[in-house]
């Protein structure tokens, strides 16, 4: 069974400060896709990065960086110079395995950025 | 571009009503999913079209229905709800280039009384 976890329910950091948000995954299938998703109070999903499990550099998009590390399952988000509009919960998901296009979500992370 | 637009934007309805969520999006996106977010939770998967026919019914309730009358349009018919039901319902497409990456709608968030 395919499943994610998002072990820190909540997370502050200082403003212009780095940080770094915790994924980890379990999946038999050889070939999967890794997603980070922001979804602030308003409540829309943003899709911020995407990491492929063959995909040999990690993922980069702007301030967002997946730092992945596919021995020990891991898929953690970096935002860098952290910003107040930067506050949000933030969703990992994998792509299910076979032909659907199926998404399972970790329970997220609230991030919190302080002044 | 990469919006996906839903209407309304907040739904109050009673348990003996029958109401509409509606989602579009001009991406030419062939894949289309409605996901229910409960307070605090992840979206949790409903239904997936894919070029307009439904492949993916997540053992969703029946008073739920589904419907895809053309590439661009996701219609969730709503009826005889219950309060449990209440939620936000969030809409998504993938292109077919990338059919990993969902792309979100705004939500709509849904009160049954």
């Known amino acids: 069974a395919q499943k994610i976890t998002q072990t820190q329910p909540g997370m502050f950091v200082q403003e212009k400060e780095a940080v770094t948000l915790d994924c980890t995954y379990d999946t038999s299938d050889p070939s999967y896709g890794l997603f980070w998703y922001k979804q602030p109070s308003s409540g829309e999903m943003i899709f911020l990065i995407y990491?492929?499990?063959?995909?040999?550099q990690n993922a980069t998009e702007g301030r967002y960086s997946l730092n992945f590390q596919k021995a020990r399952k891991s898929a953690n988000l970096v935002i860098s110079a952290s910003q107040l509009g930067d506050s949000a919960m933030y969703f990992c998901a994998m792509r299910g395995g076979g032909a659907t296009n199926k998404l399972i979500f970790g329970t997220g992370t609230l991030l919190a950025v302080q002044p | 571009d990469t919006e996906v637009t839903q209407t309304p934007k907040h739904l109050v309805m009673g348990m003996t009503n029958k109401k509409s969520l509606k989602c579009e999006q001009h991406?030419?996106?062939?894949?289309m999913y409605w996901y229910k977010q409960k307070a605090k939770k992840p979206p949790e998967l409903m239904f997936v079209?894919?070029?307009?026919?439904?492949?993916i019914n997540e053992s969703v309730p029946s008073r739920f229905s589904p419907e895809c009358p053309n590439s661009s349009l996701l219609n969730l018919h709503l009826h005889a709800l219950q309060p449990e039901d209440s939620a936000l319902y969030l809409c998504?497409?993938?292109?077919?280039?990338?059919?990993?990456?969902?792309?979100f709608g705004p939500g709509t968030r849904l009160t049954v009384l």
């Open positions: 998504a497409s993938s292109p077919p280039g990338r059919p990993d990456t969902q792309y």
């Open positions: 990491q492929g499990s063959y995909d040999q």
């Open positions: 079209y894919s070029y307009e026919k439904l492949s």
């Open positions: 991406m030419g996106h062939r894949a």
